[in-house]
């Protein structure tokens, strides 16, 4: 029974970096940018999160106005710097992106201290339900429920919109994008704050199951490339197949060998590469 309860919720924890990998996908996908400060945006709204709450807020609150501050101050950092560097190398692109990470994480510190902080559960959303006799956090219910609404909206936009297949066009050929008459920096614009705003869902999410600490956001990034990595490189599909089995291995992992939880992720990642070098549902080049 405690394997089923790990398994169901690794599948909750899935879905944040389901939410939290696409992101990171579509910024790559579109601009070839590689942005090594996603996962200090999903700590800052998770911090963000935690602020409201101090404020007298509720997650609710929090759930719709974090994801649009961070989607603000994504833009404006787009607009005064990263766009900048989208002709450059990606070494100068990791160093950039580096850099405004350590500034935002240092800042944390330095706003909030070191130490972890308890983010509560929302009072609508706490207690347990029960169905055929598995017991279950509401939250993590929620959480599950919430994830899922959220990809497939975005898988929705992504293959059913014509804002969608400007995206796919320009992350195939950034050429056609000025064949179809559609600024290429308001389309990679668009697309580096709408993989912000998704790290902000994510962030304020976490926020409750995990609460704050200032090293939440390098975990998160590594856990949103390993499972683009497995994924494949662009694979809508493969990010959210392979989120969710990150997501059931540290769940499981955590209760059978809680030392090697994390371990076992950059093992599942290595297999997947000797065996399979694009990823799982990544394409041939």
């Not at 000025?178 to 902000?200: D, E, K, N, P, W």
Request: charged share 10%; net charge positive; aromatic share 12%.
């Amino acid at each position: 029974m405690i394997y089923a309860f790990q398994i169901v919720n690794g599948l909750g924890l899935g879905m944040l970096y389901c939410i939290l990998a696409l992101g990171l996908s579509v910024i790559f996908g579109l601009l070839r940018f590689v942005n090594f400060a996603h996962g200090e945006m999903f700590a800052l709204s998770a911090y963000l999160a935690f602020v409201v709450e101090r404020l007298g807020g509720d997650f609710w609150i929090a759930i719709v106005l974090v994801p649009l501050m961070v989607l603000a101050f994504g833009w404006a950092l787009e607009k005064s710097l990263i766009r900048f560097t989208y002709d450059r190398s990606h070494t100068v692109q990791i160093l950039v992106t580096f850099g405004i990470a350590l500034v935002i994480r240092e800042a944390l510190i330095w706003v909030f201290g070191p130490q972890p902080h308890n983010v509560s559960t929302p009072p609508s959303l706490a207690g347990f339900i029960s169905v055929a006799g598995f017991t279950f956090p509401v939250y993590r219910a929620f959480v599950i429920g919430l994830g899922i609404m959220i990809t497939l909206t975005f898988w929705y936009v992504l293959e059913r919109t014509r804002v969608g297949a400007i995206i796919r066009a320009g992350s195939e050929r950034p050429e056609m994008l000025m064949l179809l008459g559609r600024s290429t920096s308001t389309v990679f614009s668009g697309a580096f704050c709408t993989g912000i705003a998704l790290a902000g869902f994510a962030g304020v999410m976490f926020a409750p199951l995990r609460g704050v600490d200032p090293n939440i956001g390098a975990e998160a990034l590594g856990i949103a490339f390993i499972a683009v990595t497995i994924g494949g490189l662009g694979s809508y599909s493969g990010v959210v197949v392979a989120s969710l089995i990150l997501g059931v291995i540290q769940s499981v992992m955590s209760t059978a060998w809680p030392e090697g939880a994390s371990l076992m992720l950059y093992i599942a990642m290595a297999a997947v590469i000797l065996i399979r070098p694009r990823g799982l549902f990544g394409k041939a080049v």
